[in-house]
């Protein structure tokens, strides 16, 4: 009891002993309170202190198991412990030292996460509880975390041990890439790699043997003469000693002369005429003048005679050629007009002047013969005539054949080969399907790279009644109207075989196809990906010079190609898809975080003409100066860490810089020149802290008669691809998404994120000893887990309960916004919506298609060409391509646009791959207005009365 000392003013303390029999005598709670007695004789009552003995039981409910590890992976070690009063602390320690959260441990009210598992992870791992009654432990679990031996690379080959003829090199490796740890696997193979080599021995020259004396001349002189060939000297050998030729003089009878007369010709005497059987050598005063007259003449009679035959054969050629020329013109000029419509033009090609031979037969609805000859097809001035022979029609289409001489006379092709690979005449087939009479016509063009100028691509010419400004029109381009004649040669790095006859009549003009998602991938495809990818992520497809735009469902990832960017007359299987696994992200630290997940566009070895662009979301929860981007780049041949490297910083580029990054406020759009593995990294600028999006998205079983039910809550980048991952993995496991999945900004501040269970109704109630958790900052800033989440596990306290109601409040520290998701769910809802999952997840099968270029592109090629033709010259009122960057919010970096053939066919390019929504063509007219260009909003209204 405590009284007031009025006289002292001071405040008395008074207490009381219990002893521990005492409150175990209590057959009731124990309890005391404190009464104080004031004047009056007013009492004032303290509240009631409930006294309980305090106790540790031994045995703990679950102790932790022995683990064996490999580096990188996952791991848990579960442990409850013994009841008590109160409850006790839980804690983990290692080889006697205690663990607390970090990178590689993340501490779980029921067990230890093992995350990312290292060498140093390795040892002795026990459970402990303490309250203020005992401290117990658990047994110890022995966890070893493992890594196999991997070979490094192999050195340079070693100098031949043998420095002529046959000898050994060798080259050798070390298994420390990385070196087997604990109980890890060592490196199989050698070592050691061996290879016979041979060295090139020198070789000294040596002399031949003398050759005869030759005739003595009239000066008393004759020679003799060797060679340094018998060896020549080779690979650094010594040469011969001595001269070539050796000179002596004539002896014996041999050097008698006849004198000379004046006024006449020497004559040498009989015995120093030349010998048939040897070598002349004399002086030149020695041949005859009248042989050398003789000569002399021999050969003009010659020339003279060659000379007359050329003049002759130019004539005759000349006159035949002359000949033909009339025939054919007389010939075409009597063709009928329905001969006429079976009149087909072909794709010029300006880097060659040959003459084309083709023959081709006209199939309409009304078959008949058709007089039609064989004539040569002018290509020089862009435009042709067309004679054919007399064939037979029928309402399958147009039989075109290209003659084989055709190939040999430079048009793309060399003497039967294409690209390197052998053709033969039954390849150089094709069926030209031709439409009715309102089949219009249509003249495409692609930028030239190297003059700037465009030049007329592949197009067909038939009778049409409309104006041209139809040519562009959907029911034009449609698919299901081919309009492109010229055949799909394989691609180089898909195959080394010519296509087929039936695969050229079967695919025809069409240079894209798109496959469904439940049909087998090429093998392209499978190999280049690594094999954790789930194909049913994966979109591919065959993409042409056409061009069209590919992307995968429910991800937000998309490749949008340009026309032209695959090269004329090659087709290739192009894909797409996403990446989340740690082990394949490049090595960040610890500022940095990713933006979007590794995009992977392939085939990596594809060569392009033009830029591809591809899109994907992003999770920045804003685009400001407090972010640091940048653009990570692998070829994909290996996915380790260190082939990662960073291509690009935005705000640093140069125009050396091979990839340029535009950032809407969710999206981001990288123009790149060639494919493999991107992804957009940030980390803050100094002294900044930017803020990336998370979704909240919970999950659970559905609600049965267990007494147990798990709420897991997820927390995942806020991209398509991620939340699109995190359903998969639910959906194999039953999973159903409790509610619609919430946003929350998470800060560059070092705060972990908070998560708590509130309001949990009636008949439930959680079975951990705390309803609160955390998830250390680290492992959600630096990505640790593409499927990171935390769980409450409630109990059923009443049978008859059919259904769950809680709430969960996620924060991140007192000051930031706090998110609720709000769970109420019955067991006939949850079933209902398990078994729409599947229907949906069943029907989406076929989702993955490429669009088509009429779906893709928005303007027409042809008026294409006019806006560059109008925009790229620069004006003196900056009203050119620079004023549309900046219309188009593309202006970051105009240098990239600026280096470019044509910069605004690159603008434009970027614009269609951005802008997707319907009326993107009327906001297009709307900047030309404001631009003050009258000429390209002609150009728009063409387009868009095409469309019409």
């Known amino acids: 009891m405590t009284t007031f000392d009025e006289s002292s003013e001071q405040i008395q303390h008074v207490g009381l002993d219990i002893e521990k029999a005492v409150v175990e005598a209590q057959f009731q709670d124990y309890w005391c309170q404190c009464v104080a007695l004031g004047t009056g004789n007013i009492e004032v009552e303290s509240r009631k202190a409930f006294i309980q003995v305090a106790y540790l039981r031994r045995p703990f409910v679950a102790e932790p198991d022995d683990k064996i590890l490999r580096v990188e992976d996952h791991g848990q070690l579960f442990c409850t412990p013994p009841d008590g009063v109160p409850t006790p602390e839980v804690y983990w320690e290692k080889d006697g030292e205690v663990i607390v959260s970090g990178v590689h441990y993340i501490l779980r009210s029921d067990g230890l996460i093992i995350n990312h598992a290292a060498p140093e992870n390795t040892g002795n791992y026990t459970c402990v509880a303490k309250n203020v009654a005992a401290k117990r432990t658990s047994e110890t679990a022995s966890v070893t975390v493992y890594e196999d031996g991997g070979w490094s690379e192999w050195t340079q080959w070693t100098k031949c041990n043998s420095e002529c003829d046959a000898g050994i090199k060798s080259r050798t490796r070390t298994c420390t890439n990385p070196k087997p740890v604990n109980t890890g696997k060592k490196c199989v193979g050698q070592s050691t790699e061996t290879q016979t080599c041979t060295s090139t021995c020198s070789v000294n020259g040596m002399w031949t043997s003398w050759s005869t004396w030759s005739s003595c001349n009239q000066l008393c002189k004759h020679m003799r003469t060797r060679s340094c060939s018998s060896p020549a000297p080779a690979h650094g050998g010594a040469g011969c000693d001595g001269p070539e030729d050796e000179t002596s003089n004539c002896v014996g009878d041999y050097c008698q002369v006849s004198p000379v007369v004046s006024g006449t010709d020497p004559t040498p005497s009989p015995a120093i005429l030349p010998n048939p059987d040897q070598n002349q050598l004399g002086d030149s005063s020695a041949e005859s003048p009248s042989g050398n007259a003789n000569t002399i003449a021999l050969f003009v009679g010659i020339g003279l005679t060659v000379l007359v035959c050329i003049l002759v054969s130019v004539f005759v050629i000349s006159y035949f050629a002359?000949?033909?020329?009339?025939?054919?013109?007389?010939?075409?000029?009597?063709?009928?007009?329905?001969?006429?419509?079976?009149?087909?033009?072909?794709?010029?090609?300006?880097?060659?002047?040959?003459?084309?031979?083709?023959?081709?037969?006209?199939?309409?609805?009304?078959?008949?013969?058709?007089?039609?000859?064989?004539?040569?097809?002018?290509?020089?001035?862009?435009?042709?005539?067309?004679?054919?022979?007399?064939?037979?029609?029928?309402?399958?289409?147009?039989?075109?054949?290209?003659?084989?001489?055709?190939?040999?006379?430079?048009?793309?092709?060399?003497?039967?080969?294409?690209?390197?690979?052998?053709?033969?005449?039954?390849?150089?087939?094709?069926?030209?399907?031709?439409?009715?009479?309102?089949?219009?016509?249509?003249?495409?063009?692609?930028?030239?790279?190297?003059?700037?100028?465009?030049?007329?691509?592949?197009?067909?010419?038939?009778?049409?009644?409309?104006?041209?400004?139809?040519?562009?029109?959907?029911?034009?381009?449609?698919?299901?109207?081919?309009?492109?004649?010229?055949?799909?040669?394989?691609?180089?790095?898909?195959?080394?075989?010519?296509?087929?006859?039936?695969?050229?009549?079967?695919?025809?003009?069409?240079?894209m196809r798109s496959y469904d998602s439940d049909s087998v991938a090429p093998p392209g495809v499978t190999t280049d990906l690594p094999p954790h990818i789930d194909t049913n992520c994966v979109a591919w497809g065959t993409i042409g010079p056409r061009g069209g735009r590919l992307s995968v469902p429910n991800a937000g990832i998309s490749v949008f190609v340009p026309e032209g960017a695959v090269p004329k007359g090659y087709s290739e299987e192009l894909y797409i898809t996403y990446n989340r696994e740690t082990m394949d992200k490049p090595k960040l630290n610890s500022r940095q975080t990713m933006l979007t997940p590794i995009i992977i566009c392939g085939p990596a070895s594809m060569t392009l003409v033009k830029p591809m662009i591809l899109t994907s979301s992003h999770c920045a929860a804003q685009i400001s100066s407090d972010w640091k981007y940048s653009i990570y780049y692998c070829k994909g041949q290996s996915r380790t860490s260190s082939s990662w490297e960073k291509i690009a910083t935005l705000g640093e580029e140069t125009i050396n810089t091979s990839v340029y990054c535009q950032l809407n406020h969710d999206t981001c759009s990288m123009v790149v020149d060639h494919l493999g593995w991107y992804c957009l990294v940030g980390e803050p600028n100094h002294d900044r802290h930017p803020m990336k999006l998370l979704q909240l998205a919970a999950f659970a079983p559905c609600l049965s008669t267990a007494i147990d039910y798990n709420i897991r809550i997820y927390v995942v980048d806020n991209t398509p691809d991620a939340l699109e991952s995190v359903l998969q993995t639910e959906h194999k496991q039953g999973g159903v998404l409790l509610q619609k999945p919430q946003i929350i900004q998470f800060r560059y501040s070092g705060t972990n994120l908070c998560l708590s269970i509130e309001e949990i109704m009636t008949g439930w109630r959680s079975k951990l000893a705390a309803n609160y958790q955390e998830i250390p900052f680290c492992h959600i800033w630096s990505g640790a887990s593409s499927t990171l989440h935390c769980s409450f596990q409630l109990e059923r306290t009443e049978a008859s309960v059919g259904m769950v109601h809680c709430r969960i409040e996620v924060s991140q520290g007192i000051d930031s916004n706090t998110q609720s998701l709000q769970i109420t769910r019955t067991a006939d809802e949850m079933d209902l919506e398990q078994k729409s999952n599947c229907c949906s997840e069943h029907d989406t099968g076929n989702s993955m298609r490429i669009e088509p270029p009429n779906k893709a592109f928005r303007i027409c090629r042809p008026y294409r060409i006019e806006l560059c033709e109008v925009l790229d010259p620069p004006k003196s009122r900056g009203n050119d391509w620079r004023l549309l960057a900046v219309k188009l919010g593309v202006d970051r970096y105009t240098n990239y646009f600026a280096v470019r053939p044509s910069p605004t066919d690159l603008i434009l390019d970027l614009w269609e791959a951005l802008h997707r929504e319907e009326g993107a063509l009327m906001d297009l007219l709307g900047v030309f207005q404001e631009m003050g260009r009258p000429d390209a909003v002609a150009v728009i209204e063409k387009q868009l009365t095409s469309w019409l």
């Open 322 to 511: 002359s000949k033909r020329k009339k025939l054919r013109g007389r010939h075409c000029t009597e063709m009928s007009d329905e001969t006429r419509l079976a009149m087909l033009t072909m794709q010029p090609d300006l880097t060659h002047a040959h003459p084309i031979q083709t023959q081709a037969v006209l199939m309409g609805s009304n078959p008949e013969k058709i007089q039609m000859t064989t004539s040569p097809l002018n290509l020089s001035d862009g435009s042709m005539t067309y004679c054919g022979e007399l064939k037979q029609v029928s309402p399958e289409g147009m039989r075109y054949n290209v003659p084989y001489e055709v190939l040999q006379n430079g048009n793309g092709f060399a003497n039967g080969y294409s690209n390197g690979h052998a053709m033969s005449r039954e390849h150089l087939k094709l069926n030209l399907p031709l439409a009715s009479s309102r089949k219009c016509s249509c003249e495409l063009y692609s930028p030239s790279h190297r003059s700037g100028r465009f030049t007329p691509v592949t197009h067909v010419c038939l009778p049409y009644q409309k104006s041209d400004s139809d040519c562009c029109s959907d029911r034009c381009l449609s698919n299901k109207e081919p309009m492109y004649a010229e055949p799909i040669l394989p691609s180089l790095t898909n195959s080394d075989s010519m296509p087929s006859e039936k695969s050229f009549s079967s695919r025809g003009s069409d240079q």
